[in-house]
Every structure is written in structure tokens, then in C-alpha cells.
T-cell receptor, first 119, second 119 residues
Framework: GAGVSQSPRYKVAKRGQDVALRCDPISGHVSLFWYQQALGQGPEFLTYFQNEAQLDKSGLPSDRFFAERPEGSVSTLKIQRTQQEDSAVYLC?????????????????FGDGTRLSIL | AQKITQTQPGMFVQEKEAVTLDCTYDTSDPSYGLFWYKQPSSGEMIFLIYQGSYDQQNATEGRYSLNFQKARKSANLVISASQLGDSAMYFCAMREPWGRDTGRRALTFGSGTRLQVQP
């Protein structure tokens, strides 16, 4: 399809397990974002990539969270030693912008998210 | 401090009537962008409309329009002729300017308003 694709759609893991969430952005989109959305809340920023470079990881809640985008397309968000507070929907978004500053009117295009439940 | 405030956790509207969803924001920068997204129960975030801080006119997109009052720092979404399919969560989000050093282009979201359209 032409949209942002995320897998798996649902993930259930036991506390302490590692999980990996995949994001396949829209082809050609330079920018890729990960957000975490707790139940009943708005999404919160986790990390941002421009091509393969991770330019901002200020939103990652702990060093158990790790993200990569090695070839500048598909991205993986990994959570090590999962805890119950990690339960949330993880949203990936991409956009075509690649400018050097200012404000862009380009919207971010979101995937359907991965609903992660930690037991 | 909250940068985006949506004070209406839930709203009801009759089919075919108009509804206004409130959003106020906080920024000290004169340059910024405001976005509205719709999130149905399926989970995907759907871009609706954009307003730039320097735009002279209120943004419109089909049945969606923005009541942008810069001095009051509000950007309310107006949905005209509501349809049953408009029932969803609605999020207001802001993007502030980023510089060469930060590279951050993330959106800051409000907590959302759940709209229910009644037949």
C-alpha cells in the first residue's frame, strides 16, 4: 500500500521480555518519527530520524528504548526488559520534508500503530 | 507546562449540525504551525487541516475550517454538516520552529476531544 505500515498490529509480552516494533514509511519520505500514545491521551514524541540519522531521541523514556533506521527507510523500535508502564500504542509517522530550518506545513502521515500490552 | 490544551474531553453533536472543537496553545515563538488530526477507533491518525502562524486567512478544507485567533492563541476546529463517520477522537497539535542544531520537527499534541455524532 501507499501508506505507513506498522507491524505487528498487536503485541502481547510478559514483563521482562524484549520486543521489536517495525515501521515501513511511505516510500521516499525522509523524516520518520516514533510516538507513544497512552490510553486516553495524545501521542507523545519518542524519537526522530532524518534518513538514517537519528537527530533527536530526547523523548525516549529510558535506556531500555532503542530505535534504528539503518538504510534510511524501515525503522525498528526496540524495547528491552519490558515493564507494565510500557503498555501503550506506538505510532510511527513519516513526512517528505528535508529542509534546513523554519516551519514546514507538511503533515506527518501516521500508521495504524502497534498496541503493546505487557503482562 | 501544557503547550496544547483541549478542554473538552467529550462532545456530542446532532447529525448535519456544525460543531466547534476548542484548542489553545502556548508558545513564545512568532513562527509555528498548528495541525488537527482525527483518530477513529481503528487507531490511525488522519491529517485534517493545517494553519501557519503567518497565514493571513483561516484555513479551510472541505467541511473543516479553522477559527484561528492568534492574539488569543486559539485554533478551534469547526466541522460543518456533521456526519456519523465524524465520530472519533480529534487532536490538536503544534510544531514549533527548529534549528539546524536540534533538527527536531516533532508535533506536540493535546489530550484530544472525543466527538460523538448522533443520528
Amino acid at each position: 500500500g501507499a501508506g505507513v505500515s506498522q507491524s505487528p498490529r498487536y503485541k502481547v509480552a510478559k514483563r521482562g521480555q524484549d520486543v521489536a516494533l517495525r515501521c515501513d514509511p511511505i516510500s521516499g519520505h525522509v523524516s520518520l518519527f516514533w510516538y507513544q500514545q497512552a490510553l486516553g491521551q495524545g501521542p507523545e514524541f519518542l524519537t526522530y530520524f532524518q534518513n538514517e540519522a537519528q537527530l533527536d531521541k530526547s523523548g525516549l523514556p529510558s535506556d531500555r528504548f532503542f530505535a534504528e533506521r539503518p538504510e534510511g527507510s524501515v525503522s525498528t523500535l526496540k524495547i528491552q526488559r519490558t515493564q507494565q508502564e510500557d503498555s501503550a500504542v506506538y505510532l510511527c509517522a513519516s513526512s517528505p520534508e528535508s529542509g534546513t530550518g523554519g516551519i514546514s506545513n507538511q503533515p506527518q502521515h501516521f500508521g495504524d500503530g502497534t498496541r503493546l500490552s505487557i503482562l | 507546562a501544557q503547550k496544547i490544551t483541549q478542554t473538552q474531553p467529550g462532545m456530542f453533536v446532532q447529525e448535519k449540525e456544525a460543531v466547534t472543537l476548542d484548542c489553545t496553545y502556548d508558545t513564545s515563538d512568532p513562527s509555528y504551525g498548528l495541525f488537527w488530526y482525527k483518530q477513529p477507533s481503528s487507531g490511525e491518525m488522519i491529517f485534517l487541516i493545517y494553519q501557519g502562524s503567518y497565514d493571513q486567512q483561516n484555513a479551510t478544507e472541505g467541511r473543516y475550517s479553522l477559527n484561528f485567533q492568534k492574539a488569543r492563541k486559539s485554533a478551534n476546529l469547526v466541522i460543518s454538516a456533521s456526519q456519523l463517520g465524524d465520530s472519533a477522537m480529534y487532536f490538536c497539535a503544534m510544531r514549533e520552529p527548529w534549528g539546524r542544531d536540534t533538527g527536531r520537527r516533532a508535533l506536540t499534541f493535546g489530550s484530544g476531544t472525543r466527538l460523538q455524532v448522533q443520528p
